[in-house]
């Protein structure tokens, strides 16, 4: 049986501090050589997984797997300490 592993990452910058954001499209999202990588090369203070599952979880001490429905409901995208904490903020697209 074949699997298709689908993947997206991006990097956000808030307040001076970098963070790691990556899509996956698995139901038990787990720590990586390249999350792990990119951690260290780039200095990332926390790394956020995004998937279609349906609870938070840490994956490491910086890690942690953030449901989809996160991002609808506003949840913050990264927990911990209170400098973490930002929840995306969606503004509606203009009607041309």
């Known amino acids: 049986m074949a699997y298709l592993v689908v993947c997206h ?4 910058s808030h307040n001076g501090n970098m963070y790691g954001v990556e899509c996956k499209r698995t139901d038990a999202p787990r720590m990586t050589p390249s999350i792990r ?17 349906q609870k938070r979880y840490p994956i490491s001490e910086r890690v942690d797997a953030v449901p989809l429905h996160a991002l609808e409901s506003r949840e913050n995208l990264f927990s911990g300490d209170s400098k973490y904490l930002f929840a995306p903020r969606f503004a509606p697209v203009p009607r041309q």
């Open 9 to 12: 990452s991006d990097i956000l």
């Open 37 to 53: 990588n990119a951690i260290e090369d780039l200095g990332l203070e926390r790394v956020a997984i995004i998937y279609p599952g």
